[in-house]
């Protein structure tokens, strides 16, 4: 049976198999799930991240893609070799970038980058890239003219009294009317996997502009807004038109990993928070053990947020 394609997210779950490349959708509105069989351009590639029905995705070689799992379209981008780092910028301090008709990746070169800054998750909004390090600085990036161009949009400072250095990692998220949301992830679960039950796990707060400087204050109710939020891959929707999904509550990705003695033991799971419950449910959970010496599997990466398109 054919799933029915709507505008309500799907949660794209890479195969537990190292042999097998099957991918499972998870739709979040009527909690069912399907298999696609393998899809030949994810055989050997990372997907890091989606955007309108589009994944983006970068194989063993270093050529990176965009490609519509559904229909199979796939358009090529120029290869990463030179650089390859765009799909972890919250490792690496360097952000690169590419444009239409560009045949090499550009790195992204501003007064706001010359810094020492360590970058931790993006998001493109309003013909802006926005970016966020991992003490909390906002950056807001245009790349539509000859040269970008770069404005700091939220200091580090006004965090400082919410989030303590290295107690949480924020992702950045933006509504439909351009308000600007960051979820503050408690940072003690990429040391050790555990079931998060507490309200401070999890932060939410919204950036208000005043006189003097930017603020984050907390948010307590996102009425039938709702959060789905991963690295480099954070979404709003509005839940009033989509039947099944319920609003205010903030839905996490999360992978990570823990030693084991027959080789690496990887945890992935996605996650529902209602904010007006106080209360944790969990959508998805998988464990895996990568054996020592073994291929790098296709589920070796965390679920991803996926709006079904067939354009």
Known sequence: MEPVISPSPWLLLPG?????????????????????????????????GSHAGWLVIADRKRKVSLLNPLTGNQICLPSHVARWNVDRVD??????????????WNLLETALTENDRSWNDIMH?????????????VVAFDLSGVNPTAMLVAQSSALVSIMPAGTYCPNIACSSTGELFLVLKSASHYALPYD???????????????????????????????????????????????????????YLTEFFWAAHFEGVQLYRKARMFDMKKGRWECLYSSTNILPHRGKIPVFFQPPFWFTPSLL
């Open 16 to 48: 537990d198999s190292v042999e097998q490349h099957n991918s499972t959708f998870l739709c979040l509105a009527d909690n069912s799930s399907f298999t696609y069989p393998p899809i030949p351009q994810l055989r050997g590639a990372r997907c890091l």
């Open 91 to 104: 490792l690496h301090r360097e952000l690169t970038y590419t444009k239409s008709g560009d045949d090499k």
């Open 125 to 137: 909004h309003d013909g802006k890239f926005y970016c966020i390090t991992r003490n909390g600085e």
């Open 196 to 250: 998060a039950t507490k309200l401070e796990d999890v932060i939410v707060l919204r950036l208000q502009y005043s006189e003097d400087q930017p603020r984050w204050d907390v948010v307590k109710d996102l009425g039938n807004m709702s959060l789905l939020v991963g690295t480099g891959n954070s979404i709003s929707i509005s839940t009033e038109d989509l039947r099944g999904m319920r609003g205010n509550c903030i």
